[in-house]
């Protein structure tokens, strides 16, 4: 009698990952996407719209809020775009049942994207799903109010996310130039969309040397704040050093530090002969510029690609960031296309002293009439002493030889600083704007 043993199979478990393009904006993305080749990442759209929705026949259509937009759209209001998303919350819910990691990417100051955004990410945390944010503030000439609207959607929806990354369309004029075309320009941007879920994504759907595995990004994901992230690619000797250095220097992204990182994921791919000092300077690249590193959370994978020849590319996220700048602070920025930049708008107006005339002094009544009352006959005698003591005046009142010279002292002492008792530093007094002495006295 013989007895058969045999093990249990094992079964295979592997993270799930969604992208949600939310609104016309977040549609145009997944478009970019598809093209791209993203992979590991189920897609979805989800639109008021029902006939932008048509476009999308290789992703799963969501449509949202039919009973109130009848399938029109939102009409550009977040309002709407937000009751259609709690009107369809039960639908919502079963698309995300089973999702481990959730991306949503959407232009932020439109209708749907705006509004149905946060409420798609809060269910999302709700059920304990990881997401992370990847979204786009408008054009400069789609107007002030489109604007402020994003701005509030971004807030709305960070305080959902675990992760928020923001990429402006303005920004695309730092690698544009004045030949490049408006369906040129999306397509850079969407194409940063891509790379931001691309670097995230691709970690944990690659197999790699040094793997890093969905926990390994949870932890990284999971320090709540703004985000950057960047891809670098080199060849030849100083390949490693050159692509980390790309990696951190993102043009696309907006007004964040690398230096308050909390968590950092590094990647970098490969071929067979990648060799460990390489490894170690591209990541003591992207190390060096973090300001506690002995406190920061890294990360690093080290993945194998023959088909890459020469080549090494390092893909760097960074997470846990703050973001607070000092809000009157004009970032002078450097671009391919050299137009000259116009701070005229960040220009605030200042109180300047008014200085007022000193009687003493000789005027010339044709040239200021207003400062005369012509029915003064007192001021008008006074003026005429005045022009008939002038030159003897102008001879005793001149400064000292060694100050002729000097532009900062007033050619009359008469006009300098009293040095009375209670002002007896001279030099103390100069070194003190004129408003501010004002204020002291």
């Given at each position: ?6 093990a249990?199979?094992v ?12 609104g ?38 969501i ?19 937000k ?5 369809s ?23 749907t ?103 390994d ?8 704040g ?12 100083d390949?490693?050093v ?48 973090v300001?506690?590193?002995?406190e ?25 960031m703050?973001?607070?700048v ?34 003493d ?7 200021y ?17 005045a ?52 204020n002291k006295?």
């Amino acid at each position: 009698m013989s007895i058969e043993l045999s093990a249990p199979e094992v079964e295979k478990l592997k993270p799930r990952l969604a992208l949600l393009g939310i609104g016309g904006g977040g549609g145009n993305a997944l478009k970019t996407m598809i093209d791209c080749g993203l992979k590991g990442v189920d897609l979805y759209a989800v639109n008021t719209d029902a006939q932008a929705l048509e476009e999308h026949d290789q992703t799963t259509r969501i449509q949202i809020g039919a009973n109130i937009t009848k399938g029109l759209g939102a009409g550009a209001d977040p309002k709407i775009g937000k009751k259609a998303a709690q009107e369809s919350i039960e639908e919502l819910k079963s698309y995300l049942k089973g999702i481990n990691m959730l991306f949503i990417t959407a232009c932020m100051g439109g209708g749907t994207g705006t509004g149905a955004a946060p409420v798609i990410a809060k269910l999302a945390k709700e059920m304990g799903i990881l997401t992370v944010g990847v979204v786009t503030t408008p054009w400069k000439y789609d107007g002030t109010k489109r604007m402020k609207m994003a701005n509030q959607g971004i807030d709305e929806l960070s305080k959902c996310l675990d992760t928020l990354i923001v990429v402006p369309n303005e920004n695309v004029f730092r690698v544009a130039n004045i030949e490049t075309s408006f369906d040129e320009c999306n397509e850079i941007i969407n194409r940063t969309l891509y790379d931001g879920v691309s670097a995230i994504s691709s970690l944990i759907t690659k197999r790699g040397r040094i793997n890093i595995d969905f926990a390994d990004v949870k932890t990284i994901m999971a320090f709540i704040g703004k985000a950057m992230f960047g891809v670098g690619q080199a060849s030849g000797d100083d390949r490693a050093v050159i692509a980390a250095k790309t990696s951190i220097s993102n043009p696309m992204l907006d007004g964040i530090n690398l230096r308050d990182a909390k968590g950092l994921l590094i990647s970098i791919t490969a071929n067979t002969e990648i060799t460990p000092v390489e490894i170690d300077a591209a990541t003591n690249v992207i190390q060096n510029e973090v300001n506690n590193p002995d406190e920061c959370e890294i990360i690093t994978g080290v993945f194998m690609d023959e088909e890459l020849g020469d080549e090494l590319i390092v893909a760097t996220v960074a997470t846990g960031m703050n973001d607070q700048v000092e809000d009157r602070v004009v970032e002078i920025e450097t671009s391919t296309n050299n137009e000259p930049q116009d701070f005229t708008e960040d220009v605030q107006p200042v109180d300047l002293e008014v200085r007022k005339v000193n009687q003493d002094y000789p005027v010339n009544t044709e040239d200021y009439p207003d400062l005369i009352d012509e029915d003064s006959e007192d001021q008008q005698n006074e003026n005429e002493v005045a022009e008939e003591s002038a030159e003897t005046r102008i001879i005793e009142d001149l400064p000292e030889p060694e100050d002729w010279e000097n532009d900062d002292v007033p050619l009359f002492k008469s006009d300098r600083l009293d040095n009375n008792e209670d002002d007896k530093d001279f030099d103390s007094q100069m070194e003190i704007p004129a408003f501010l002495r004002k204020n002291k006295q």
